[in-house]
């Protein structure tokens, strides 16, 4: 399996990790293990789903906050796209539902916007592969 990501979720990872004292660098341990030893079937099939496509899904999963002891409900949340057709995950964004960073949701907006920004790095072959990300394996 392949995961990448867009340069939006590098940025908004970056934030967090920086805000230590906020309690968020828990964050890529969250994802990373939720994400490890999953089937690419259990990735798809998310019942969290944002958007469905005949190539694509679009996910809004929730993440405990491992750090702060928070459950799923109030820990983190990331958006990825994953492809029907190929072993590929995409991380578009992470961002925390409570504290400085934090984001009650995200408009469909900013998800279309999402979307835009991975085909557009995706043509200019500007994914980043996640194990290129220091600290960053799943």
């Known amino acids: 399996m392949q995961y990448y990501s ?4 590098r940025e908004a990872l970056n934030k967090l990790l920086k805000k230590p004292k906020d ?3 828990s964050v890529v341990n969250d ?9 690419i079937d259990e990735i798809r099939n ?8 005949k190539t694509y899904r679009i996910v809004k999963l ?15 949340r990331l958006i990825y796209y994953v492809n029907k057709k190929k072993d590929e995950v995409v991380f578009l964004y992470v961002y925390p539902k409570r504290g400085n960073l934090g984001l009650i949701t995200i ?3 900013r998800i279309i916007s ?24 799943i």
């Open 46 to 53: 998310n019942r969290d789903m944002v958007f469905d496509d």
């Open 107 to 109: 408009s469909q907006e």
């Open 31 to 39: 994802i990373c293990n939720d994400f490890k030893e999953k089937t």
């Open 62 to 76: 929730r993440l405990p906050n491992s750090l702060q002891k928070l459950s799923k409900s109030n820990g983190f």
């Open 6 to 9: 867009i340069s939006a979720f």
């Open 114 to 137: 999402l979307l835009d920004d991975l085909i557009q790095e995706s043509q200019d072959n500007k994914l980043t592969e996640m194990n290129s990300i220091s600290g960053f394996q």
């Open 23 to 25: 309690g968020y660098t």
